[in-house]
């Protein structure tokens, strides 16, 4: 069985501002003593930059990125952000598809798989959201969901592409409301979920693939999730704010 990274990461969403995002990680650098996870934290795009160079100031391994991208590389795109003005910034990696993007923004499968050819192309690391709503969940389709979020977001990609992206479990239900998913509930998704990497990349990719577990992860649930085979990863919400409470996270992996 590969060994594969446990990877925590904050998805700030549209909170904080510079100053408090650069102050947040100083502040959590400040307290991690070499944590055995790899961290990141998702920041507004206002914040990278300066968050870069506080990264670099500090001599921290904390990976950065965006939440969000351009389906587009350039252009006539009134307030878009491309992937190559993310990458110039500083940011390791971008959230694609969030459920917030898909369900505020009605983002669409094709559109997520563009925007995650156009993270890739940049050497951006694509973390892909996907999650069934709770009404999906109710009338047992949280396979069907999960099958097409997979197939429809990640076409055409290669198994090296697939190489270079992270997914993340996030049941729609769970995200923000403080009902988490059972770890064994949460397990069982993560497994589907690598069997139909399996499936169309192949084991050594399905082996390969960080599945992040997401929704209501709090310092008191994320053992128990962490602990389960297929869960390699955290990507917390509103828990992650507070460098406390997103340390006390980090020191359960
Ligand atoms: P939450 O959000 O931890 O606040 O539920 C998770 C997310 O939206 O990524």
């Not at 069985?1 to 100053?19: D, L, S």
């Not at 870069?52 to 009134?78: C, E, F, M, P």
């Not at 094709?110 to 951006?124: D, S």
């Not at 509930?185 to 993560?190: C, F, G, S």
């Amino acid at each position: 069985m590969q060994q594969r990274a446990t990877v925590i990461i904050g998805n700030w969403k549209m909170h904080k501002t510079i100053m408090e995002s650069c102050a947040f990680v100083k502040h959590l650098v400040s307290l991690l003593k070499e944590p055995k996870a790899t961290i990141g934290v998702a920041v507004p795009f206002t914040a990278l930059s300066a968050v870069a160079d506080q990264i670099r100031k500090l001599d921290s391994k904390l990976l950065l990125g965006a939440q969000n991208l351009s389906d587009v590389s350039h252009g006539a795109y009134t307030g878009e952000i491309s992937s190559t003005m993310l990458q110039e910034a500083g940011a390791d990696f971008v959230l694609v598809g969030h459920s917030e993007r898909r369900h505020l923004f009605h983002e669409s499968n094709a559109l997520v798989n563009r925007k995650v050819k156009r993270a890739l192309e940049v050497g951006l690391t694509p973390i892909v959201c996907i999650g069934e709503t709770a009404e999906q969940k109710e009338r047992g389709e949280t396979n069907d969901v999960l099958h097409n979020q997979i197939f429809g977001s990640l076409e055409g990609l290669t198994a090296h592409q697939m190489e270079n992206l992270m997914l993340a479990y996030e049941p729609v239900w769970a995200i923000g409301t403080g009902k988490v998913s059972s770890p064994l509930d949460a397990a069982k998704a993560h497994a589907y979920i690598r069997s139909l990497v399996q499936e169309k990349w192949g084991k050594d990719v399905a082996n390969a693939l960080v599945i992040q577990y997401g929704g209501s992860v709090k310092p008191e649930n994320a053992k128990q999730l962490l602990e389960k085979e297929d869960i390699d990863g955290l990507l917390v919400g509103g828990a992650s704010l507070e460098p406390l409470s997103f340390e006390q996270i980090i020191t359960k992996a």
